[in-house]
């Protein structure tokens, strides 16, 4: 370790013992220092514990980069070789286990990650998604109370079969993501009720919306018989008020729905009482682009 910020070089003189034994392929080696060296190195241990501590959090070229401030000199190739050396912590059985299957390439590879749902941690990747491999995992570490899982059966059925005491709970994505297609499906299914209802009722108000029909298709037929090259769709939507006078008057005396009109109140059509004579009462519906020939829409 650097002392005064200076870099330390340690010179040790061993004893090389010769193996008295026949036959051994050892034949002659070195005594060892405890706590100070490890075999075949060349740092002390307490140097080799704080490279690998950078190099496990930065890696090759930042850890390289953060060392000579630190009084140690190692290369990017020296950290990424310490790497592989560093022993794996003990994993940890959570209380509350969280596991999900990714992509490595979609369609091909995937992988089943395991955390601790309680603090994010990552315990474990294990290859593959099948029920036989997370199956697998938790039939050699047991003490998983609570599984957190999404809708996979697979997944399902590996719970049930390794843990069958542990109690399985879905997750917020999923439970979110369920809720939504629920209330779609929900809000849908009216849309299939009014496509099946049958003809309008009988009465003043279907009366009314048949000869308004009945108006447009005749005004849309004489509109084609005067420009043969235009289509239907083609044509111009009409204003209410044009639309209206031009399928007819209508009596200044009475109201739209048939009973007598308020003295000085207008018509329906925005005349002042006196301007229309007695007639049908009409006014186009709300699009003039289906074909005469289609049926009328049902009065709601």
């Known amino acids: 370790m650097p002392a005064g910020g200076r870099r330390v070089l340690v010179k040790v003189r061993v004893r090389r013992v010769r193996c008295p034994v026949p036959g051994c392929q050892v034949q002659t080696f070195r005594e060892q220092i405890p706590g100070v060296l490890d075999r075949y190195q060349r740092r002390t241990s307490r140097l080799a514990r704080q490279v690998s501590a950078v190099a496990r959090e930065l890696a090759g070229g930042a850890g390289a980069r953060l060392l000579p401030?630190?009084?140690?000199?190692?290369?990017?190739?020296?950290?990424?070789?310490?790497?592989?050396?560093?022993?794996?912590?003990?994993?940890?059985?959570?209380?509350?286990?969280?596991?999900?299957?990714?992509?490595?390439?979609?369609?091909?590879?995937?992988?089943?990650?395991?955390?601790?749902?309680?603090?994010?941690?990552?315990?474990?990747?294990?290859?593959g998604r099948t029920?036989?491999?997370?199956?697998?995992?938790?039939?050699?570490?047991?003490?998983?109370?609570?599984?957190?899982?999404?809708?996979?059966?697979?997944?399902?059925?590996?719970?049930?079969r390794a843990l069958p005491g542990a109690v399985q709970v879905s997750d917020r994505w999923h439970r979110w993501h369920g809720l939504a297609g629920a209330v779609q499906r929900e809000v849908a299914a009216p849309s299939a009720c009014r496509a099946r209802a049958g003809p309008p009722q009988a009465g003043q108000r279907a009366e009314m919306t048949l000869e308004r029909w009945q108006q447009v298709r005749d005004q849309l037929r004489e509109r084609r018989a005067k420009e043969p090259g235009m289509r239907a769709r083609q044509l111009p939507a009409r204003s209410a008020s044009s639309a209206t006078r031009a399928a007819g008057p209508c009596s200044s005396g009475t109201s739209p729905r048939g009973g007598p009109r308020p003295p000085g109140r207008p018509c329906h059509h925005g005349a002042r009482p006196g301007s229309c004579s007695p007639g049908p009462v009409a006014s186009p519906p709300a699009s003039t682009r289906s074909s005469p020939d289609s049926p009328p829409p049902a009065p709601r």
């Open 131 to 160: 029920a036989g491999v997370a199956g697998a995992w938790l039939r050699g570490h047991p003490g998983v109370q609570v599984v957190c899982r999404d809708g996979s059966g697979a997944c399902g059925e590996a719970v049930r």
């Open 69 to 127: 401030a630190l009084g140690i000199c190692a290369s990017r190739h020296t950290l990424l070789c310490v790497l592989p050396r560093i022993p794996l912590p003990a994993v940890a059985v959570p209380r509350v286990l969280g596991i999900d299957d990714f992509a490595l390439r979609r369609s091909r590879a995937y992988a089943t990650v395991i955390i601790d749902a309680e603090t994010g941690r990552r315990v474990g990747v294990l290859p």
